[in-house]
């Protein structure tokens, strides 16, 4: 748990912070915090999404493939830039299988769901609810699960 | 999807491509930015675990690494809702709200709030991170969701529910 602790300084929360605000400005920009965009594009009516989808793809795309090629380590954790490799196991494709019902019924995901609040779309609340309440079901479900690879435990 | 004949392009894109691909590389470089800064690569759905960690003694949610983010998760998520609220100011200048059923909004939270965990992410981790390094596993993930999720949507639409 390498660069794990607990208080890492006031610019380690700033930079976070900064982050979310550029990652969510892209959700609202992208039209993404709309569940009627993300079902227009599931129901073949606008294949915008296809581009936000690549557009963020290829920037963390690049970022990873040049800082994980370098030796140099993060300023402010001193970790090492890694890529974002999980362990493939069948539940990979069960939750996914599972989260794309979900996706495809409410066109919501997690972080479109934040920015939908941020948007103003206060009934974006029972999909954020219901995602605390489907995250607990599954974890009250589940045996102690044994962890993924160091590596790859602070991604998603 | 490559060589789409003109005449098509505008039906496939109704609005256009340019808020899709701008609203994209903001999307990418959110991440960008606190990967360069810290080396975590941030995803959205591990917030609803690790938030569950303050309040809930299941073993699950107690797991180090949840413990560990979860201050900086939360932090995260307040970022995404005020970048969304400014984008929603500067640009609408007024809020917006969805016409989404609440029963679809709550049914389908849940499903996400399931799925995502049990598949090891989501939208953003999988498909923007875990896709942007070129791995099998999100790769995987993603063609599973996308193709489930056109299915229901279409199966939902087909049953005459809308929006």
Do not use: C, H, N
């Given at each position: 748990m390498s660069g794990e602790s607990k208080s890492r300084g006031p610019l380690f929360n700033v930079l976070i912070v900064v982050g979310g605000l550029i990652f969510g400005f892209g959700l609202g920009f992208s039209h993404m915090a709309r569940p009627e965009v993300v079902l227009n594009f599931l129901q073949?009516?606008?294949?915008g999404l296809l581009f936000v989808m690549g557009g963020a793809a290829v920037v963390t795309g690049v970022t990873f493939a040049v800082a994980s090629r370098s030796s140099g380590r993060a300023p402010l954790t001193g970790k090492a830039y890694t890529r974002r490799l999980k362990s493939f196991d069948r539940n990979v494709l069960i939750g996914g299988g599972i989260f794309g019902v979900g996706w495809g019924l409410s066109g919501i995901c997690p972080g479109a769901a934040y920015a939908s609040l941020g948007i103003g779309n206060y009934p974006i609340l029972f999909a954020i609810g219901g995602m605390f309440a489907g995250a607990y079901a599954q974890g009250l479900w589940r045996k102690h699960s044994v962890s993924d690879r160091p590596v790859s435990s602070e991604a998603d | 999807m490559d060589l789409v004949p003109a005449f098509a392009f505008t039906n496939l894109f109704p609005n256009g491509i340019g808020r899709y691909a701008i609203g994209g590389m903001f999307i990418?470089?959110?991440?960008?930015?606190?990967?360069?800064?810290?080396?975590?690569?941030?995803?959205?759905s591990t917030f609803l675990e690790s938030t569950?960690?303050?309040?809930?003694?299941?073993?699950?949610?107690?797991?180090?690494?949840?413990?560990?983010?979860?201050?900086?998760?939360?932090?995260f998520t307040l970022g995404i809702v005020g970048g969304a609220a400014i984008y929603q100011l500067a640009f609408n200048g007024q809020f917006w709200t969805t016409d989404v059923q609440w029963w679809r909004l709550l049914g389908g939270g849940f499903l996400v709030g399931v799925g995502t965990r049990i598949g090891k992410g989501c939208t953003s981790g999988h498909g923007v991170c875990g896709v942007g390094s070129a791995s099998f596993t999100s790769i995987s993930n993603?063609?599973?969701?996308?193709?489930?999720?056109?299915?229901?949507?279409?199966?939902?639409?087909?049953?005459g529910v809308s929006p």
């Open positions: 073949f009516e606008d294949f | 990418g470089l959110g991440v960008a930015v606190i990967y360069l800064g810290t080396g975590i690569i941030a995803g959205a569950l960690s303050y309040v809930s003694d299941v073993p699950r949610f107690q797991k180090p690494k949840y413990v560990a983010s979860r201050d900086w998760r939360v932090l993603v063609v599973t969701f996308m193709a489930v999720a056109i299915g229901v949507a279409q199966l939902v639409q087909a049953l």
